[in-house]
């Protein structure tokens, strides 16, 4: 199985600040016939499901403010979130679709400092 | 719109069984699969398998083979998630996600289905 660690667990940033969130697979999710990584980011706030925000390592889902961005290929991605707002406040997820079983990271709680 | 609408909140005795449901709208129901993803109390997102819903295909993650099975009825655009021999640390909100074929993002999600497992 291929294992999602995200760093940090949690993160507390001020309003407007940059917040950085870090996602490393134990094996690459690059399908080299198509050369996409099938690395999707998801916002969760207490009590609703999650969010799809970003897939493919970098495409922002529609609807998604730009302040979401998400890059990285191969085994190491990073979800952006350029000004923290408010409403940005959640547990963010990371999941490959590469190889069954689709695996989510542990979770990084992000909050206003 | 784009909608999972699953069905309410189960409360079961060790050792039963627990069927939730997942009606689909919004979309045509056999161009996407739908997955299933459970979270416990306070924790992370588990997968839990798939099915491809115009063949029925499934596809379980290990820890729940023999255990749980997924069913479609494509007549009524639902999906169905039937868990066996639960156990207390079966507790946890089951979602219903949908996710693009032959292999995409879970785009729309369930509103979550709690499932409690106490004696």
């Known amino acids: 199985d291929i294992v999602m660690t995200q760093s940090p667990d949690s993160l507390a940033v001020s309003l407007g600040e940059r917040a950085t969130i870090n996602c490393m697979s134990s094996?690459?999710?690059?399908?080299?016939?198509?050369?996409?990584?099938?690395l999707a980011w998801y916002q969760q706030k207490p009590g609703q499901p999650p969010k799809l925000l970003i897939y493919?390592?970098?495409t922002r889902e529609s609807g998604v403010p730009d302040r979401f961005s998400g890059s990285g290929s191969g085994t190491d991605f990073t979800l952006t979130i350029s000004s923290l707002q408010a409403e940005d406040v959640a547990v963010y997820y990371c999941?490959?679709?590469?190889?069954?079983?689709?695996?989510f990271g542990q979770g990084t709680k992000v909050e206003i400092k | 719109q784009v909608q999972l609408e699953q069905s309410g909140a189960e409360v079961k005795k060790p050792g039963a069984s627990v069927k939730v449901s997942c009606k689909a709208s919004?979309?045509?129901?056999?161009?996407?699969?739908i997955s299933w993803v459970r979270q416990a109390p306070g924790e992370g997102l588990d997968w839990m398998g798939w099915?491809?819903?115009?063949?029925?295909?499934?596809n379980y993650a290990q820890k729940f083979q023999g255990r749980v099975t997924m069913t479609t009825d494509t007549s009524t655009s639902t999906a169905y998630m039937e868990m066996r021999s639960l156990r207390s640390d079966d507790t946890a909100v089951y979602y219903c996600?949908?996710?693009?074929?032959?292999?995409?993002?879970?785009?729309?999600w369930g509103q979550g289905t709690l499932v409690t497992v106490s004696s």
């Open positions: 996600a949908r996710w693009d074929l032959p292999d995409g993002p879970f785009d729309y």
């Open positions: 919004g979309y045509t129901f056999t161009n996407y699969g």
């Open positions: 099915i491809i819903t115009y063949n029925g295909n499934t």
């Open positions: 094996q690459s999710v690059l399908y080299n016939s198509d050369n996409k990584d099938y």
């Open positions: 999941q490959q679709y590469y190889n069954s079983p689709w695996t």
């Open positions: 493919l390592a970098s």
